[in-house]
């Protein structure tokens, strides 16, 4: 008997403690589906180009020059020839270099550019982007 005066006297004070912590679930709060697209501007799925930069990297070259490579992927089922634009920035100043390639379709093909800049200035603070088309 005292057993069991005990645990219905615990099952009252565990409920009375919870019971502002769970008066309620939390709900749901903004939109639950997309706006619609205006009447006069229908929305555009942009195109998903065949061709992607797979991975780059950069090294010292040849006589410390910096030298950016890299893979580019082609996910079409077309052969397609990629332009690969590499902006290589240092102090805020520009350095562009471009090569040509193609990669069948698939398939993932490397490429490679050496800038005229050596690679110790570009290392303290430098920054690259890497650009396919």
């Given at each position: 008997m005292e057993r069991r005066t005990v645990l219905g006297g615990a099952g009252v004070s565990i409920t009375a403690l919870l019971g502002g912590c769970l008066g309620a679930f939390p709900s749901a709060t903004g939109p639950r589906n997309p706006p619609d697209?205006?009447?006069?501007?229908?929305?555009?799925?942009?195109?998903?180009?065949?061709?992607?930069?797979?991975?780059?990297?950069?090294?010292?070259g040849e006589e410390g020059a910096l030298r950016v490579f890299g893979t580019v992927e082609n996910r079409g089922d077309a052969q397609r020839t990629a332009t690969v634009t590499v902006t290589a920035r240092i102090d805020g100043e520009p350095f562009v270099r471009e090569t040509s390639l193609a990669a069948d379709p698939g398939e993932t093909?490397?490429?490679?550019?050496?800038f005229d800049l050596p690679y110790e200035e570009f290392a303290s603070g430098g920054t690259l982007s890497v650009d396919v088309g």
């Open positions: 697209a205006p009447a006069d501007q229908p929305r555009r799925t942009p195109e998903q180009s065949d061709l992607v930069v797979g991975t780059f990297d950069f090294e010292a093909a490397e490429w490679s550019v050496t």
